[in-house]
Structure formats: structure tokens, C-alpha cells
């Protein structure tokens, strides 16, 4: 595996929806950089190209691009799914990726997937089921692999960690990259009760490639679900500018799944970010 792969600085990105192709072939956005959903692209009966990738190759052609999975089941106890290695290696050689990312969690097992970013227990064992799978995705698509903090809603009583110790570990171990995903870490700190400050301060922030922002919503029991399926709210900004001033300049990026508002609106948001962190610099000189 190349260990000297850099997460560059990509500048300001969003997350690429199909519903935004049109807005976004041919066109100057004024946006640096996509996030392609890898499993959007994958699994194309007879090797062909579909219509999804066909468009993704384009964009690629103006744009730098990240992948970004969601079913690697990283934590996950199975033997990792080769088909699926196989597939995400064909899709890297064709989009040329600056890095591939998945969420710490499982998704699956028996080989049946459940479609859902799970919790994990905060454990030893868990640490070492992790890494061990990062390391042969490393050494599968030979390249440095980014992995990201998904929120929660509830813990295992015989968690024997802090989530932040957790991902420490994994990242200790493994060298892999980290997507700090900043709505993720503020939904769980309402919904687990701590400091979303602590997690950020006792993170390897030095391995911190990508940062995802999103919206979410409190139901009436008070939990907060990451619904990605409204703008982003005052608190996760503050916790962005919180962040950022820690960190080497990294790629910043707005994601929205649900909902989905006009390619305008969506690169209001980004826009948004982009003025927190300016601000928040400025501010510090
Ligand atoms: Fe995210």
C-alpha cells in the first residue's frame, strides 16, 4: 500500500446527486470538488456503463471526485464481500478517486445487508475487527482508506471505550484516513450527552482528510436523527468553526440525501460553510 497517498485540499464540495446532473454537466458551479455514492455505480450487469456512470465520467472530466461507501462493512464480522472489493476497484480505475471513504459500523452479516449505517460497541475486539478490515481494504484497492464517525442512537452497555477513544485506536492502527463528520459528531453528543468539544479535541485530527456537514432533526422524545434532509443548523456551524481552526486547511463538504433541494439552494449551504471557516480564520489573525 502507497502510505504516502495525502488527502489533498480540495477546496469546497457536495455530495453528487443525480437529481443535480443536469445543473452540473458542462456548467461552472463555482463548486471544487464531488462526493460520488460508490454503490450508485457499482454492480452494472455485463460491465457496461449505465447511464449513472456515464454522467459521473463526465463531471469527472471538470471536476475532482471522492467515492464515499456505504456498504463495506467495516464492522461488520463476516469475511469482507471480494465481489464488492472487486467491483469498487473497477470503479476506481475508472473514476481515478482522490480517496475512498466508508462509515465505522456494520452493516450486515450472513451476508444479508441491511441498507442501514449500524452502531458498533465500543470494545477492543471491535477495534481490532475494524482495522484488521481496513487493513485489507488498504491493501486490496492499494491506497489509503478514509473512514468516517456515523451518529447514534443508543450505546451497548459493555462499550469499554469513549467513541472518540474508539476511532483513536482504529486510526492508530491503521493509518487510515478520517472523515469527520462534524453533524454526526453533534447528534450524538445531544443524544449520548457529552461534549461534542471532547470528541473533537481527543480525535488524530492530523488524519483528518474530509469534513461532511448535514442537517438533521429532533423528534418529539427529544433524540436527534442525521436525516440530511434540511439545511444545516447554527450548532454544527459553530462546532465547524470550533474544528477547523484545529486542523490543516482539508476539504470541506455539504451532503443531502433526503428532501433534496435545487442545486442553488444545496450550494447556498456550502456557501454558508465556506463563510464560517473564512470568518473564523480571520478572526484568529
Ligand atoms: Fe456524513
Not at 475512498?100 to 450486515?108: A, E, N, P
Not at 459553530?238 to 481552526?245: F, P, T, V
Amino acid at each position: 500500500m502507497n502510505k504516502e497517498v495525502k488527502f489533498n485540499n480540495l477546496g469546497f464540495g457536495l455530495g453528487l446527486r443525480p437529481d443535480h446532473f443536469q445543473d452540473i454537466v458542462g456548467a461552472e458551479t463555482g463548486v471544487d470538488w464531488f462526493e460520488a455514492l460508490t454503490e450508485n455505480y457499482m454492480g452494472i450487469p455485463g460491465h457496461g456503463q449505465s447511464s449513472l456512470l456515464s454522467t459521473l465520467l463526465k463531471i469527472r472530466k471538470d471536476y475532482p471526485i471522492v467515492l464515499h461507501c456505504v456498504s463495506s462493512n467495516i464492522g461488520g464480522t463476516d469475511p469482507l464481500d471480494q465481489i464488492f472489493l472487486k467491483e469498487l476497484k473497477a470503479l476506481i480505475q475508472l473514476v481515478q478517486p482522490a480517496w475512498v471513504s466508508d462509515h465505522i459500523c456494520w452493516t450486515g452479516i450472513h451476508g444479508l445487508s441491511s441498507h442501514e449505517l449500524l452502531p458498533l460497541p465500543y470494545t477492543q475486539e471491535t477495534v481490532d475487527i475494524v482495522s484488521n478490515n481496513i487493513q485489507q481494504i488498504q491493501e486490496a484497492l492499494g491506497m489509503r482508506f478514509m473512514i468516517e464517525n456515523a451518529s447514534s442512537y443508543m450505546a451497548f452497555e459493555h462499550s469499554e471505550m469513549e467513541e472518540w477513544e474508539f476511532i483513536s485506536e482504529i486510526v492508530k492502527k491503521t493509518d487510515c484516513g478520517l472523515l469527520l463528520d462534524i453533524n454526526n459528531i453533534y447528534v450524538s453528543s445531544q443524544n449520548h450527552d457529552f461534549l461534542a468539544e471532547t470528541y473533537i479535541d481527543n480525535i488524530p485530527l492530523e488524519n483528518v482528510g474530509q469534513i461532511h456537514l448535514a442537517g438533521h432533526r429532533k423528534k418529539e422524545n427529544g433524540l436527534l436523527i442525521d436525516t440530511h434532509d434540511q439545511p444545516i443548523c447554527s450548532e454544527v456551524f459553530e462546532l465547524l468553526d470550533y474544528a477547523y481552526k484545529k486542523i490543516p486547511p482539508t476539504s470541506v463538504m455539504v451532503e443531502w440525501d433526503d428532501n433534496i433541494p435545487s442545486f442553488d439552494k444545496y450550494k447556498a449551504e456550502l456557501m454558508k460553510a465556506k463563510n464560517v471557516i473564512k470568518k473564523g480564520l480571520n478572526n484568529e489573525t
